[in-house]
């Protein structure tokens, strides 16, 4: 069973553990839903990309830079 942050009609904070038919019945009693975001979702990505890449995407990086020196292409290889 899915589990629901609502708000009762009081206004107090719950986490339920109920079906879909119940949460629907609670929100005609007047109860409201939540919505939280994930906690662990908040940082999706640390550090420059180029350090996570692989040797070979880095040496078509490099490639690249050779072939138009006057581009603006970063490569840490």
């Known amino acids: 069973m899915p ?3 609502m708000k009762d009609p009081e206004g107090m904070e719950h986490e339920v553990l109920c079906s879909i038919a119940d949460m629907e019945k609670k929100k005609e009693e007047g109860w409201t839903m939540i919505f939280k975001p994930a906690k662990n979702n ?3 990505h640390t550090g420059d990309i180029i350090s996570h890449t692989s ?3 880095n040496e078509v990086l490099g490639k690249i830079k050779e072939a138009h020196p006057l581009g603006g292409i970063e ?3």
Request: zero cysteines; charged letters at 15%; proline letters at 0%.
């Open 75 to 77: 490569t840490k290889y």
């Open 3 to 5: 589990t629901y942050d």
């Open 55 to 57: 040797q070979g995407w």
């Open 42 to 44: 908040l940082i999706g």
